[in-house]
């Protein structure tokens, strides 16, 4: 990045963590103190337009001025009680402007970071008596992982359970830190899912959308408590389709979504 005129950022990367070739988990680090948030709030990251793109990304056309600063938000993935650092779930968008650029950074290559947390997909949305059924496909499951990290062990008088959908097994992201964290505690219930086992043969977990798992009981089932809004709260992120989705046959068991300040029983991440 020598070619990078690098006075605009503010942050460099101290970790990168390759899932497979189009997941990465990126851990950046301010140059100053950093920022106070709550799981669950976003944090926005920027790269120069003169910034590498990793080869497979789409051609652009036009590419953006090298001087312009490229700034999208991304979900924390970090506990809010870790000031080293905060780490971000990135899929690569072969046709986006970010992601591409991202992609191609190492550890000790500089990026912008925002001075601040924003976002309200936090857990003050739930009331405090309700198990937490937390849904998501691919990288939507990255608020939850700091809400996990920090609440968890603070929060033992409840269960929370994450239903977490991929392509392949390969895709589900931070499934060994979930799955020794369901060993350890006894509040926390992972579900992976994912939708091509026919190209995943050693699989033998559950199968199938998220809306079709929600149906069919994995929830009741894996839990002991009725899905219905006396025992538990949603939280969804992900991909619109299966948000919508899940949101209307959540509505047939009673669930109601927020309207603006006032809370129902689903809460959405809506800056997806």
């Known amino acids: 990045m020598n070619d990078v005129d690098t006075s605009k950022y503010n942050a460099t990367v101290v970790g990168r963590e390759e899932i497979n070739p189009e997941l990465i988990i990126l851990r950046v680090k301010p140059d100053g103190e950093l920022f106070e948030f709550k799981p669950g709030q976003f944090a926005v990251l920027g790269l120069l337009g003169s910034a590498p793109r990793v080869p497979e990304a789409d051609p652009e056309d036009p590419p953006p001025p090298p001087d312009k600063l490229i700034r999208r938000a991304y979900s924390i993935s970090s506990s809010s009680l870790d000031r080293d650092h905060v780490e971000f779930y990135l899929t690569l968008v072969k046709s986006g402007e970010l992601t591409p ?143 919508d989705a899940a949101k209307e046959l959540l509505g047939q068991k009673g669930f109601v979504p927020d309207q603006g300040k006032q809370l129902g029983t689903i809460h959405v991440e809506e800056y997806w």
């Not at 799955?179 to 992976?192: D, E, F, G, V």
């Not at 043969?201 to 089932?221: C, D, F, M, S």
């Open 101 to 243: 650029r991202l992609f191609a950074l190492r550890v000790k290559d500089r990026l912008w970071l925002s001075p601040k947390a924003s976002g309200l997909f936090t857990l003050d949305k739930a009331r405090p008596d309700r198990n937490l059924l937390l849904v998501a496909t691919g990288t939507g499951l990255a608020p939850y992982m700091s809400m996990l990290r920090t609440m968890l062990v603070q929060e033992a008088g409840r269960k929370f359970v994450v239903l977490h959908g991929a392509r392949h097994s390969w895709d589900l992201g931070y499934r060994a830190e979930l799955q020794t964290l369901a060993r350890l505690r006894p509040n926390l219930i992972y579900l992976p899912a994912i939708t091509r086992p026919h190209e995943d043969p050693h699989w033998t977990g559950l199968t199938g959308r998220i809306q079709t798992l929600l149906a069919n009981g994995e929830v009741e089932k894996a839990s002991g408590l009725p899905l219905d809004p006396e025992h538990f709260e949603v939280f969804l992120c992900g991909n619109p389709a299966m948000v």
